[in-house]
């Protein structure tokens, strides 16, 4: 019975931090001024990664394919994006699941929070330059490359057709994947205790 009751509260959990994440995925996102419009910061990972030190990387997992499942229907990237956001998210919150899991001190939970957030970073640079960036080229600019240039260009100085991959990447994608973990892990690190406490009575 003991057991059975653990499984429940554990599903319950998973459930909630899922429902939660799918919420601020669909509304809690916005644009930034410093960055291309079709790089907008949301915190959906925020639930994700808070399951992942609470529960165990299989369930933060779980929180991220579940959000991206829910968010199918309205797919206006034609699951483009959601494909980008499942890799880039599991890369992010599943590693610190991993780490903490072993070592349940802050130093585990920074250290896997700093893994975490390379591997995430690097799935985003490589999904934006060769997946994300050539459909958004068909999708938005009718398969115009120069059109991307265009706006891209006022947020990575020099940019051109021939450079455009590491001017891209090193202007552009590294520096708003950067802000994208700073921010969820800060969030993350000034809800968890709050929310593991009130996670605890159930």
Do not use: W
């Not at 800060?186 to 968890?192: G, S």
Request: with cysteine; glycine share 6%; aromatic share 16%.
């Amino acid at each position: 019975m003991s057991q059975k009751r653990i499984d429940v509260s554990r599903i319950a959990k998973t459930a909630i931090f899922s429902a939660l994440s799918f919420v601020l995925y669909m509304y809690a996102k916005f644009p930034l001024p410093i960055f291309p419009f079709f790089l907008e910061l949301h915190f959906s990972q925020v639930p994700a990664l808070i399951a992942s030190f609470l529960l165990g990387p299989l369930d933060a997992a779980i929180v991220i394919a579940v959000k991206i499942l829910l968010k199918l229907p309205f797919s206006a990237t034609v699951y483009v994006g959601e494909m980008s956001d499942l890799f880039i998210g599991l890369a992010f919150v599943v590693p610190p699941g991993i780490i903490y899991k072993r070592k349940r001190t802050l130093k585990g939970a920074l250290a896997g929070l700093v893994a975490g957030s390379a591997l995430s970073i690097l799935m985003a640079v490589f999904f934006n330059i060769y997946v994300a960036i050539p459909f958004y080229v068909e999708l938005f600019f009718g398969g115009d490359f120069d059109e991307i240039i265009s706006t891209c260009r006022p947020f990575a100085p020099g940019l051109n057709r021939e450079n455009f991959k590491m001017l891209y990447s090193l202007y552009i994608a590294l520096p708003f994947n950067l802000l994208r973990c700073a921010v969820t892990g800060i969030i993350t690190f000034l809800l968890y205790k709050r929310i593991s406490k009130i996670f605890s009575k159930f």
